[in-house]
């Protein structure tokens, strides 16, 4: 009995520390008036959790906006109960949204590779499968070389070679259900929060706070 107790407890802790864990089905409408302007681009990556790499990217300066999504996959429409199958093809994706002259692709490639393992396979600790596999989308040639020649670089004087993360040409965004966006934010007491997605963020703002955004008082 003792056993089984300690595995429903256990089961309760992966929950509440699993990205998937969260199955709240109601919308959230989210009040944001951000439009891009024409001299906006957008960047997208894929680095385990949405809501841990949507909370990263917005604390760089010149990033206006990062929105949780889907891409990398080969079904439409795919929501967060499809993908977590694992069945679509698509990764938990952030599109980024950037002022070039703040900061450009190649900075948004360091904070990419700079705040996730890229040598996990299928996963960031502690979700696991194809949906959150690392990818570095690209959209032109020019940043598909920006990305390889980090990942050469890296692979060289890092990660012995053994980097994983994927580098493909971005086809489809679809934008995730309202309720995932700014949800770190939103949800600063949820249990995968406080435990995975704020000490990650804190983690790549004590290696690279000369790209964070100078916070208001």
Not at 184 to 200: C, D, F, H, I
Request: contains cysteine.
């Amino acid at each position: 009995m003792k056993f089984f107790k300690h595995l429903a407890a256990f089961g309760f802790f992966l929950v509440l520390v699993s990205c998937f864990g969260f199955t709240k089905k109601e919308e959230i409408k989210i009040n944001s008036k951000y439009a891009p302007s024409q001299d906006t681009e957008v960047a997208y990556f894929a680095s385990g959790c949405f809501w841990c790499v949507e909370a990263i990217f917005e604390s760089v300066k010149g990033v206006e906006e990062a929105v949780s999504g889907y891409a990398g996959g080969n079904t439409k429409n795919p929501t967060y109960q499809s993908i977590g199958t694992g069945k679509t093809g698509h990764a938990e994706t952030v599109a980024v949204y950037y002022n070039p002259k703040i900061v450009n692709f190649k900075t948004l490639v360091k904070v990419f590779f700079g705040s996730h393992n890229p040598t996990t396979v299928n996963g960031q600790h502690p979700d696991y499968g194809t949906q959150y596999r690392s990818i570095a989308f690209y959209k032109t040639e020019v940043e598909k070389q920006i990305v390889q020649n980090a990942i050469k670089k890296l692979n060289e004087e890092v990660y012995e070679g053994k980097i994983v993360t994927e580098v493909r040409k971005i086809e489809t965004f679809y934008k995730a259900e309202d309720y995932h966006q700014d949800f770190e934010k939103r949800n600063p007491n949820q249990g995968y929060v406080r435990a995975v997605s704020v000490p990650r963020l804190n983690r790549f703002k004590k290696k690279f706070p000369e790209l964070l955004k100078v916070e208001k008082h």
